[in-house]
């Protein structure tokens, strides 16, 4: 069977999507495996293993990045494809999972084949892409491409008080392969949209141009604890709302730009947390996100101009955090249309669009040619239980993942067959 033929093994597919869902199960059918706990030891573990079955040779870096790689008839670099497998902690089975198992599906239907390529491919997940426990997102394929010193990222304290370096040799994963790595030929990554664009229009594929991007930004606030009903409110310093203030603003703003930006105060923490004790100290973060650096930029200077504001009128110390800043990124106009390409000869519809989520491939369009499949999530939902993709979407994206990865990597036929 020549690779212009070859479909993936839709059902093997969704088996390992299912068993890699039993790890850090919860209720709802959604998965719990954050970043370096048990739960992601035993997925790592499970995906490794898998690696290893299907003849690919399995390396781990100082960071726990993962990469299996089945060779080529070159030495070249790698054509890669992959995602990540730790989640959220309310999170679906899809989610940076299919990006990986959808790797490992285009290596076995091409063990399957009998089919061999000029350039090696490689299948990676990478760690703590959620940043849902240390701090930022996308740690794993940052150091991998170099952008983040490795010594910086093992001494990250988690939410938890753990640290990235500690929990890595704790789990067994912290690997002995050299952070940067050596760039790869190429990388695609396959992954559920997230939003409820190709599902409300129902289109099977998302050519994706382009991240958008991403400033996390850490606000604690410091006041004075006191009565809460003998103290009168002219003469309050209260941290609680102040930080109610910020949660308004930011809506706000999102609302007043208007476009693609978006705005979240996504964890919030009052201190002492007592129903008759006005807080003397609130931590919260704020998310914005826009696909236009220079509006991305402004959004950020009117919350710091709020942010002033509100210390002079409430008396209140604010102390700010970045947590993690990322530019929008663009991808090789080529790759796009090759995924586009692939899809339309496979009878596919397609839809050119940004992400609105962070992904790790953002972080190698530094260093290779990268884009990104998207297949639909259907009502938009994700980082929840109810997160689902129907399973022809996600055969539909496999079957192109594998045209794409077969074209970058240059096939050739099984012995007998003509070129």
């Known amino acids: 069977m020549t690779a212009s033929v070859l479909q993936i093994n839709a059902e093997r597919l969704h088996r390992r999507i299912a068993d890699l869902g039993a ?90 084949a009998g089919i061999e390529t000029e350039h090696p491919l490689a299948v990676a997940f990478f760690t703590n892409e959620e940043g849902a426990r240390f701090a930022p997102d996308m740690m794993g394929s940052l150091v991998f491409t170099g952008a983040l010193p490795l010594a910086e990222a093992l001494q990250t304290q988690g939410i938890d008080g753990s640290t990235v370096g500690a929990e890595l040799a704790r789990i067994g994963y912290a690997g002995s392969a050299p952070t940067p790595a050596a760039a790869p030929h190429a990388f695609v990554e396959l992954h559920v949209e997230q939003g409820p664009v190709l599902d409300r229009e129902g289109i099977e594929i998302g050519v994706v141009e382009s991240v958008q991007g991403i400033s996390w930004t850490e606000i604690e606030i410091l006041g004075t604890s006191n009565h809460a009903g003998t103290t009168p409110m002219a003469l309050r310093r209260d941290a609680g709302w102040a930080a109610g203030s910020i949660i308004n603003f930011v809506r706000e703003l999102a609302q007043e730009f208007g476009g693609d930006q978006v705005a979240t105060v996504g964890r919030i923490e009052f201190f002492p947390n007592l129903v008759n004790v006005v807080p003397n ?58 995924i586009e390409r692939h899809a339309r000869v496979q009878g596919l519809r397609t839809r050119r669009m940004p992400s609105g989520a962070g992904h790790d491939a953002q972080m190698l369009a530094a260093v290779c040619p990268t884009a990104m499949i998207f297949v639909p999530s259907v009502d938009g939902i994700s980082h929840n239980v109810r997160e689902f993709t129907h399973p022809q979407h996600i055969e539909a994206g496999a079957n192109v993942l594998l045209a794409v990865l077969c074209e970058l990597a240059g096939t050739v036929p099984p012995a007998g067959e003509p070129a």
Not at 320 to 328: E, I, K, N, V
Request: a negative charge; hydrophobic letters at 45%.
């Open 23 to 112: 790890v850090g199960a919860i209720e709802g059918g959604g998965c719990a495996r954050l970043a370096l706990t048990d739960a992601d030891r035993a997925g790592r573990d499970l995906v490794c293993g898998w690696m290893r079955e299907l003849g690919l040779s399995v390396s781990v870096d100082a960071i726990g990045n993962a990469v299996g790689v089945r060779a080529g008839r070159g030495n070249g670099p790698a054509v890669m494809t992959g995602s990540h497998i730790d989640t959220v902690r309310t999170g679906g089975r899809y989610d940076g999972n299919l990006g990986v198992l959808a790797g490992l599906e285009v290596i076995a239907s091409l063990n399957d």
């Open 281 to 338: 100290r609130a931590v919260l973060t704020v998310d914005l996100r826009n696909t236009d650096e220079a509006l991305l930029q402004r959004a950020e200077a009117q919350l710091a101009a709020h942010l002033d504001a509100l210390r002079d009128a409430e008396k209140v110390d604010i102390n700010t955090r970045t947590l993690a800043r990322f530019a929008p990124v663009p991808f090789a106009p080529a790759m796009c249309d090759r």
